[in-house]
């Protein structure tokens, strides 16, 4: 298969649409957390199916991963990594928990972070279904127990020979003046790729289309 040929003006516009969902993925994440919100797509590549499965692992033994995937007419998923010291500030803030031991998950920290996944990945589907007019949504996260790249090879496995889009995130959002960041991966497979490339071609660049949607 291969490699879909993607120009600089064309992944500055998905970085810019996904901006646009994560700026409203931003806002409602900020309704739980009580504070400011920032959400941006800071690097975009393509990437060995290998490689991403080593960037995942890289993280396996330290974070708690929830993962999101997205299907419909695009093919993807969302993994947002959670660290202890993540945890222990989210429960904090949003769970207004006291002397926060790190170590195992209780149910509701497990369920904190399976809301925020849920709220993040959903307000970025559904903005990016509004501004590419395509059907796609976010299947309910999950807490992987296994290896992460097993979890990750429904999606993966469909297709070998693809090289995932993969899109890295720094949420940040701050509270009392104290910040803290959530690593996030957005990938999608050469399948999708093409499919947004197809769409973003039949924009009018002259108008303004990137626009948020309600």
């Not at 992944?11 to 649409?17: G, L, Y």
């Not at 195992?104 to 497990?110: K, P, Y």
Request: glycine share 4%; net charge negative.
């Amino acid at each position: 298969m291969m490699a879909p040929q993607i120009s600089e003006l064309e992944r500055d516009i998905i970085k810019e649409i996904l901006n646009i969902g994560l700026a409203r993925a931003a806002d409602s994440f900020a309704a739980i957390a009580k504070d400011k919100v920032l959400l941006k797509v800071p690097d975009i590549k393509l990437v060995e199916l290998k490689d991403l499965l080593q960037l995942v692992e890289q993280y396996a033994d330290t974070h708690n991963i929830i993962q999101s995937d997205i299907k419909g007419d695009f093919n993807g998923a969302t993994l947002m990594l959670f660290s202890d010291d993540h945890i222990v500030r989210l429960s904090e803030v949003c769970l207004s928990m006291l002397d926060v031991q790190k170590g195992e998950l209780s149910v509701m920290q497990e369920s904190l972070l399976l809301e925020i996944s849920n709220i993040i990945t959903g307000a970025l589907v559904t903005q990016m279904a509004n501004i590419l007019k395509a059907h796609i949504y976010g299947s309910p996260p999950k807490a992987p127990k296994s290896q992460i790249a097993d979890s990750l090879k429904d999606i993966l496995v469909h297709n070998p020979l693809f090289k995932p889009l993969v899109f890295t995130v720094i949420t940040r959002f701050t509270h009392n003046y104290k910040s803290v960041e959530l690593p996030l991966l957005l990938f999608f497979d050469s399948n999708t790729l093409l499919k947004m490339l197809e769409i973003i071609r039949t924009f009018d660049l002259g108008k303004n289309t990137l626009t948020e949607t309600e």
